[in-house]
T-cell receptor, first 113, second 114 residues
């Protein structure tokens, strides 16, 4: 069935390092992907998105890469800061109407000073 | 704008009780949705609505009802709470226009069913 998953449940990095969080998806028809950040006790917060007609998109300190050949999505965070510590989820549209997101299980990023 | 608001923040129910989780948004978003999040899991879609008077089921709709009488409000009803419904519930909304797929999430309601 359709599913979006993350390769690693946890990732620990030092402050200033670059972080890479990975996600694999199974629905080759998915055309829209989103990364969310969720801090403890809060709702998910939009970070960056990408459509299937792109393979890379950059934001402020974040880059999302999409490899449709292997159905892989990654989030790169440059110069990781303690404030980046959170759970990161990837999500994809599960239908053509774009009205239902499927979320992966999440990767917990821990940044130490 | 207040964005997406949810009440209550916390709730404890006994098995068999009913209750309504409230969700409101002031951004004039057509689309609203409810998710539940269980420990170690991503969010799973319960129900969603693409406009007033229109609702549809998501991935895990059993045990939940919704209605959308106004654009602003999208309440989630538990008719007979069960321990399996212990979870954190998030409401989200977005515009439906092309290129505006970003969903905005509320702060969540933490529900415990004893």
């Amino acid at each position: 069935g359709e599913s979006v998953g993350l390769h690693l449940p946890t990732l620990s990095v030092q402050e200033g390092d670059n972080s890479i969080i990975n996600c694999a998806y199974s629905n080759s028809a998915s055309d829209y992907f989103i990364w969310y950040k969720q801090e403890s006790g809060k709702g998910p917060q939009f970070i960056i998105d990408i459509r299937s007609n792109m393979d890379k998109r950059q934001g402020q300190r974040v880059t999302v890469l999409l490899n449709k050949t292997v159905k892989h999505l990654s989030l790169q965070i440059a110069a990781t800061q303690p404030g980046d510590s959170a759970v990161y989820f990837c999500a994809e549209n599960s239908n053509q109407a774009g009205t239902a997101l499927i979320f992966g299980k999440g990767t917990t990023l821990s940044v130490s000073s | 704008n207040a964005g997406v608001t949810q009440t209550p923040k916390f709730q404890v129910l006994k098995t068999g009780q009913s209750m309504t989780l409230q969700c409101a948004q002031d951004m004039n978003h057509e689309y609203m949705s409810w998710y539940r999040q269980d420990p170690g899991m991503g969010l799973r879609l319960i129900h969603y609505s693409v406009g007033a008077g229109i609702t549809d089921q998501g991935e895990v709709p059993n045990g939940y009802n919704v209605s959308r009488s106004t654009t602003e409000d999208f309440p989630l009803r538990l008719l007979s709470a069960a321990p399996s419904q212990t979870s954190v519930y998030f409401c989200a909304s977005r515009l439906l226009a092309l290129g505006t797929d970003t969903q905005y999430f509320g702060p969540g309601t933490r529900l415990t069913v004893l």
